[in-house]
């Protein structure tokens, strides 16, 4: 690693990390702060499908002796882990700000999440529980026990540069695994620095292995093709649905169960009963936290109509107070940049999406730039990428209400009633995440059962994750798996069932077994006369 003075900070120069050793291999790419564009923030190489092969290797290798690691010894490293976070959550939270663009408030819940994720599992290796069951033959017991799966794959994306990956490293090493992890070329800074402090942890060389670069036609997609090579027993990815998707393919065809968090559509409903105030704030936090780049960000807020045009002009006066800019000069701003081009393009392009399908646009002017001014921007908005919080009135079945955006775009839609709430809640291809604001038990009980999401609040944001609860969606937004909590370790082991004979001769299960025979029975009905 080398470093360089650059206008908010040194640019870091490393290579990847892979059996403990840093390799410079490949392209050179650069990132730069999506905040202000000039600064450079690192320097690193862009792997190559023989990079990930060497740590693919190098991870098995290091699984030989990190799985016959007691449990509770691994547990220890992630307890310093979690120290060693808290030492230096200053440090990666203005790292955070500067690489990604986060605010300070957002980049510092960021790395909490991480330390909280590692003292939960730190006790984990003081459980992880297996069982032990009665036989149906003499002399023999049973046992049940969790194994690491062996080398696993990651993929994770930039909004949550810390947080994300640790929910898939941590229970991975916990469980006694060893990885290759590629993570966003958005965030290459925070990934390097935060293997480092597994490694100051104790972890040793090659049980975690980061290999940076791209993702389609880059390293991302050779990482996954090296499940075909059987390099790989295990996948774990956070992006789109449709990468989702042929992660899928590829690990079904190789009898491999992936771990895949997808994307959200996510509906926010206030029902006719809501405490506004909160609703609107809820609200107004779903969808414009982290610029709306969260697959929990609100997509769709359903408004019940006896109170739509009230909560519409309250939460337009919301949403104009939004402060937008750049957050490392002026940590008071709500969001900062666009994390990528890629993803402000796209963010664009829904403008002309809106129009085409008939929706109402009432508040959001497209990307901040000097001759497209917003009043509550603070900076240079030439600077990076910035966009408008942006309002629409939509309806279901429009291109808009139904594909996930990720940007600070938001629908308001009618409905009328719970069960019309419900109904158009479910409307889209996704299930992630879920909110109602009522004050009525009923229709939050009918709401939390009919909705079809992986997570659901009542009288809160769809945003904010505990660490101690599963994460993860149905439908469009995942395959079922679970991340964070207990759940997760059922990712990342699998089921071994032992049993031990102790008569010194062969019993056979079902054949040799002494079942009892019943008696025959006695006519109680006319004993007792009925």
């Not at 699984?63 to 007691?70: A, D, G, H, N």
């Not at 082991?493 to 025979?517: C, K, P």
């Amino acid at each position: 690693m080398k470093a360089f003075s650059a206008k908010y900070g040194n640019t870091l120069e490393f290579g990847h990390l892979i059996g403990g050793e840093e390799v410079w291999e490949g392209e050179a790419l650069e990132r730069r702060n999506p905040s202000d564009r000039e600064d450079l923030v690192a320097r690193f190489p862009e792997g190559t499908k023989d990079t990930l092969r060497k740590a693919a290797l190098k991870a098995r290798e290091a699984f030989e002796v990190w799985s016959r690691t007691p449990a509770p010894v691994r547990g220890q490293v992630l307890f310093n882990l979690a120290k060693i976070l808290e030492r230096e959550k200053p440090t990666l939270t203005r790292l955070m700000v500067r690489e990604v663009g986060k605010t300070f408030k957002e980049a510092g819940g960021d790395v909490q999440e991480a330390i909280d994720t590692a003292l939960f599992f730190a006790s984990e290796g003081r459980r992880l529980y297996g069982q032990t069951v009665p036989s149906e033959m003499r002399d023999k017991e049973l046992f049940t026990f969790r194994r690491p799966l062996g080398v696993v794959g990651m993929i994770t994306a930039g909004n949550f540069p810390i947080a994300v990956p640790s929910w898939k490293l941590i229970p991975a090493v916990l469980t006694g695994n060893t990885v290759v992890w590629k993570p966003s070329d958005d965030s290459p800074t925070l990934s390097y620095v935060f293997v480092k402090l597994f490694e100051e942890a104790g972890l040793p060389p090659g049980v975690i292995n980061v290999v940076f670069g791209g993702g389609k036609g880059s390293t991302g997609q050779w990482l996954v093709e090296l499940m075909d090579e059987g390099l790989l027993n295990k996948f774990a990815f956070t992006g789109s649905t449709q990468v989702g998707r042929w992660i899928g393919e590829v690990a079904g065809r190789n009898l491999i169960r992936p771990t895949l968090e997808l994307g959200g559509k996510n509906p926010l409903v206030v029902m006719r009963d809501a405490d506004l105030d909160l609703a609107v704030e809820g609200a107004w936090w779903s969808a414009f936290a982290t610029g709306g780049q969260r697959c929990t960000s609100a997509g769709n807020i359903l408004v019940d109509a006896p109170i739509y045009e009230a909560f519409k002009k309250r939460f337009l006066e919301r949403t104009e107070a939004t402060v937008v800019g750049n957050p490392l000069l002026h940590p008071e701003v709500t969001y900062g940049p666009f994390l990528n081009e890629r993803l402000f393009r796209r963010w664009e392009e829904h403008y002309a999406w809106g129009r085409e399908d008939g929706a109402t646009l009432l508040f959001g002017r497209g990307r901040i730039t000097r001759d497209n001014p917003y009043p509550r921007f603070l900076g240079d908005p030439e600077a990076g990428l910035y966009g408008w919080p942006t309002v629409w009135e939509a309806a279901p079945g429009m291109r808009q209400f139904q594909e996930e955006i990720f940007g600070p775009t938001i629908n308001l839609v009618k409905v009328d009633g719970i069960e019309e709430a419900i109904r158009v809640a479910n409307a889209t291809p996704y299930g992630l995440s879920s909110a109602i604001y009522t004050n009525h038990r009923h229709w939050a009980y009918l709401f939390k059962v009919g909705i079809r999401a992986g997570m659901t609040s009542i009288n809160n944001a769809t945003v904010g994750a505990e660490a101690h609860l599963p994460f993860g969606g149905v439908k469009a937004s995942g395959n079922g798996a679970r991340e964070s909590g207990i759940w997760v370790i059922e990712e990342y082991t699998y089921w071994h069932a032992v049993n031990e004979e102790y008569s010194g001769r062969l019993q056979l299960a079902q054949m040799d077994t002494g079942y009892v025979s019943p008696k025959e029975p006695t006519p109680w009905a006319q004993v007792l006369g009925f």
